[in-house]
């Protein structure tokens, strides 16, 4: 195929569909740049003129799952009814859930190794995008309701989410209520203010968020 009649940012979308296509058949750390070239129908070397290494083209294919998981997320759980502390940890509760339940989030992810990965998802990357999109609706929420602690951003929520979220991916031996149980505790009180913290526990509950599996 003539790649000169594409732009660099269709190449690139091309370059990360070759990559999670070959990642889905061959398995990420299994998969060599050269498998991945050939299912773009291109020459190897020319794919280094849109991307810098294998890593990056790992990063990028994370980045686009996670984006995809972020819309799953979203209609599993909504911020529908009951407290906002609640929602909020169930919200947390359902990323974890769903990041860790993921074949191909959890096949990248081990190909880029735990420590790029970690310094991936929270660190300055692409995936702030997935975290800020997601978080948005309850954000707006805990805003609207006076939940915030005074100076929170979205911005803040969303990295706080990130800084939160990522190691609990890797926490199997946490069950679905003690995960919530911890993300009470130790996730909420730095977002929420007093008044809404207090009791959050004891209303878990009674939540009414909308969630189907």
Not at 107 to 123: E, H, K
Request: proline share 5%; net charge positive.
């Amino acid at each position: 195929m003539d790649t000169g009649r594409l732009g660099e940012s269709d190449l690139v979308a091309r370059l990360v569909a070759a990559s999670r296509a070959c990642f889905a058949r061959e398995g990420a750390r299994k998969t060599r740049m050269a498998a991945i070239a050939r299912e773009a129908g291109m020459a190897r070397q020319t794919v280094y003129d849109f991307v810098s290494s294998r890593q990056e083209l790992l990063e990028l294919a994370l980045a686009q799952r996670l984006l995809e998981l972020s819309d799953v997320i979203l209609t599993r759980v909504r911020p529908l009814r009951g407290p906002v502390a609640a929602a909020l940890v169930e919200y947390l509760a359902v990323i974890v859930e769903t990041v860790r339940e993921d074949p191909e989030f959890l096949d990248v992810s081990d190909a880029l190794g735990p420590a790029d990965a970690i310094r991936f998802l929270t660190g300055p990357s692409t995936a702030q995008l997935a975290a800020r999109r997601s978080i948005e609706p309850f954000y707006e929420r805990a805003r609207s309701e006076t939940a915030l602690r005074p100076g929170i951003t979205l911005d803040d929520m969303a990295e706080w989410m990130r800084v939160v979220c990522t190691p609990l991916t890797t926490r199997a031996d946490l069950n679905a209520r003690e995960l919530r149980a911890w993300l009470t505790k130790f996730a909420l009180p730095p977002l929420l203010n007093e008044q809404h913290l207090r009791g959050a526990g004891g209303r878990m509950g009674r939540l009414r968020a909308v969630t189907s599996r």
